[in-house]
């Protein structure tokens, strides 16, 4: 057989004595699976939740509205609050997810430099999300939200307020996520260096 032919027949019949598998193999593509379906599982749930709400929204102010009153300023408030929670929720692992990769690339010299500032950045981000929320509710109506100073039922004026909320807290979380993601290869060489130097100043 040609050198190809020897090679195709060594990688499919597994002859090929200088290849070692990974003893880990199975059980890294067993939680790979595993993983895969916790995500899909969170997926439908967070879908079956947000149409629920939608759903349970739409209901209320269909019946409000067949009654001949508009909607109440609160409802729109905690709608708002519970948008701004359920963002929270579902931005922190998501950007999680995809930043362990980066994050252990970074720290490849300390990884558990790395876990710890992974975990630390979801605390402060938690609490930014928490004190944004806590800082931007409102438990009255605003007079501004209205011509006439009387605020009652949503208008448009609040519905501008609640939209600026949910793009203050995004542009606020893209903002200091932009600035981790170019300041994180700073510290992971900034950890690198301080560990290497103390080797070097041991050998001299």
């Known amino acids: 057989m040609s050198s190809l032919e020897d090679r195709l027949h060594d990688a499919l019949t597994g002859d090929d004595p200088g290849r070692t598998l990974s003893p880990d193999l199975f059980d890294r593509v ?12 969170r997926l439908r749930r967070t879908i079956a939740i947000w149409a629920t709400v939608i759903a349970l929204a739409t ?3 269909i019946a409000l509205q067949r009654e001949g009153t508009g909607m109440p300023w609160w409802v729109l408030e ?16 998501f950007i999680k997810r995809f930043g362990r990769a980066y994050a252990a ?3 490849h010299d300390n990884p558990l430099t790395g876990k710890s ?4 950045t979801d605390v402060v981000y938690y609490l930014i999300f928490t004190a944004y929320i806590l800082f931007t509710v409102r438990f009255e109506p605003e007079p501004s939200w209205s011509h006439t100073g009387l605020v009652i039922d949503a208008t448009a004026g609040q519905l ?3 939209v600026e909320r949910v793009g203050g807290i995004l542009l606020i979380i893209g903002v200091l996520h932009g600035v981790n993601i170019v300041l994180m290869p700073v ?7 301080n560990r290497r130097l103390p080797d070097k100043v041991g050998r001299l």
């Open 30 to 41: 067993v939680d790979s699976i595993g993983d895969d379906r916790v995500r899909r599982r």
């Open 59 to 61: 209901t209320a102010v």
């Open 78 to 93: 905690i709608v708002t609050t519970l948008g701004l929670v359920a963002i929270a929720l579902w931005l922190g692992p």
């Open 105 to 107: 690339d970074v720290f």
């Open 117 to 120: 500032y992974i975990v630390l």
């Open 160 to 162: 501008k307020f609640e």
């Open 187 to 193: 510290l992971g060489r900034l950890f690198s260096l």
